[in-house]
């Protein structure tokens, strides 16, 4: 049974490009949520999505969007690509947000 | 707005021997979980133990338990006979029962298992 697949595990990108990273939850789940993780920090919640929606999102300007399929598969976008942005992206799913998550492996983003 | 700490930015134990992470956090909230997360290398997070807040008993698996102090706000998690796989980053997290799309996690310890 695959749990969370993220692609690709690790990319860099030029500072003012534009990312695209991908999650596909575990077989069953739903729900999936995208972190991010800065080097020696736990990881912060960017947004969750549900039913293809974006349910609830944390503290991150509008560059960073996201999108849910009908497989319930997501994509992580970020604009406008900062030096800050790199990080661990973290992608975790659930079979309904109250439930247990499992979480991905991540992608390392690099910008400079 | 919830904050979990960890004051321990790293830590080393002997193989075999009890180690203690500390954690503290912060909440409004009266229903919520408790999770500490081990971060190997491969850098997925993997779920140690969960604690329910409603529940007095303190959580156990195996090597792993922890001693929940609610009126403290204190979770900590100990793990008895140390293994060399055990090294990793250890998260403290708190997700409300209510408000339950999202984590808040603390910074980590970095955990070292010596042979």
């Known amino acids: 049974d695959a749990g969370v697949t993220q692609s690709p595990t690790h990319l860099i990108k030029t500072r003012g490009q534009q990312v695209t990273l991908r999650c596909s939850p575990k077989s069953g789940h739903d729900t999936v949520s995208w972190y991010q993780q800065a080097l020696g920090q736990g990881p912060q919640f960017i947004f969750q999505?549900?039913?293809?929606?974006?349910?609830q999102r944390g503290n991150f300007p509008d560059r960073f969007s996201g999108h849910q399929f009908p497989n319930y598969s997501s994509e992580l976008n970020v604009n406008a690509l900062l030096l800050g942005d790199s990080a661990l992206y973290l992608c975790?799913?659930?079979?309904?947000?109250?439930?247990?998550?499992?979480f991905g492996s991540g992608t390392r983003l690099t910008v400079v | 707005a919830q904050t979990v700490t960890q004051s321990q930015p790293e830590m080393s134990v002997q193989e075999a021997e009890t180690v203690t992470l500390s954690c503290t956090y912060d909440?409004?909230?009266?229903?919520?979980?408790l999770f500490w997360y081990k971060q190997p290398p491969s850098r997925q997070m993997i779920l140690v133990i969960r604690q329910e807040a409603y529940k007095q008993q303190n959580a156990t698996e195996n090597r792993f338990s922890v001693n929940f102090q609610k009126a403290a706000k204190s979770f900590s998690l100990k793990i008895s006979d140390s293994q060399l796989g055990d090294t990793a980053m250890y998260f403290c997290?708190?997700?409300?029962?209510?408000?339950?799309?999202?984590?808040?996690f603390g910074s980590g310890t970095k955990l070292n298992v010596k042979p």
């Open positions: 999505y549900y039913e293809e929606e974006e349910r």
């Open positions: 997290a708190f997700r409300a029962i209510y408000n339950f799309n999202k984590f808040y």
């Open positions: 975790a799913s659930s079979a309904g947000a109250r439930y247990g998550y499992t």
């Open positions: 909440t409004s909230e009266s229903n919520y979980y």
